[in-house]
T-cell receptor, first 115, second 116 residues
Framework: AQKVTQAQTEISVVEKEDVTLDCVYE???????LFWYKQPPSGELVFLIR??????QNEISGRYSWNFQKSTSSFNFTITASQVVDSAVYFC????????????FGGGTRLMVKP | SAVISQKPSRDICQRGTSLTIQCQVD?????MFWYRQQPGQSLTLIAT?????????ESGFVIDKFPISRPNLTFSTLTVSNMSPEDSSIYLC?????????????FGPGTRLTVL
């Protein structure tokens, strides 16, 4: 069985603050993918990143960075210098590497960035 | 990447009626999935839409309530039958594409359903 836990249900920060969204997962699979998605108020799900379990190298994309720690089963997401447009619900998800398997989503973290 | 469209984008329906949601992809995909997101909740997989055969449903979801069709590699429909207010959700189509050595997975824009 797979499980993804996002312990922070809601975070509120002031613009320009850095914020880290936590994600902890459980799986019996030895190979898997981890994802982060953003869901703005409009409702669409925006893909942010996919990381496979072979690759623990941290990744940075502009103001976004991801810290994958296989030893602690965590895949945390940091937004640097947050902006109001970052306000959204962020979902962490897990899927086995084999094609055709479903995504297991965490409960989501609602991020509110105040001006 | 795949461009996914869903129709309708939103609807308000009366209790006891049914609504069919369409998902169209601009390229052939290997897998198509239907997810439900109840208000304030995370996404839950309803079923995997299989081309030319019956969909594979997850625990808690049944074909009579959520019949699914997938006549070809680019199109699928999900019907929400005999609706009740508890069916008010966003319904999202998701597709998986085999790209190089990775499996890309994308989501449609969603259909926001309100049942009165």
């Amino acid at each position: 069985a797979q499980k993804v836990t996002q312990a922070q249900t809601e975070i509120s920060v002031v613009e320009k603050e850095d914020v880290t969204l936590d994600c902890v997962y459980e799986t019996r699979d030895t190979t898997y993918y981890l994802f982060w998605y953003k869901q703005p108020p409009s409702g669409e799900l925006v893909f942010l990143i996919r990381r496979n379990s072979f690759d623990e190298q941290n990744e940075i994309s502009g103001r976004y960075s991801w810290n994958f720690q296989k030893s602690t089963s965590s895949f945390n997401f940091t937004i640097t210098a947050s902006q109001v447009v970052d306000s959204a619900v962020y979902f962490c998800a897990l899927r086995p590497l084999v094609a055709g398997n479903m995504l297991t989503f965490g409960g989501g973290t609602r991020l509110m960035v105040k001006p | 990447s795949a461009v996914i469209s869903q129709k309708p984008s939103r609807d308000i329906c009366q209790r006891g009626t049914s609504l069919t949601i369409q998902c169209q992809v601009d390229s052939q995909v290997t897998m198509m999935f239907w997810y439900r997101q109840q208000p304030g909740q995370s996404l839950t997989l309803i079923a995997t839409a299989n081309q030319g055969s019956e969909a594979t449903y997850e625990s808690g979801f049944v074909i009579d309530k959520f019949p699914i069709s997938r006549p070809n590699l680019t199109f699928s429909t999900l019907t929400v039958s005999n609706m009740s207010p508890e069916d008010s959700s966003i319904y999202l189509c998701s597709v998986e594409m085999l790209a190089k050595l990775d499996n890309e997975q994308f989501f449609g824009p969603g259909t926001r359903l309100t049942v009165l």
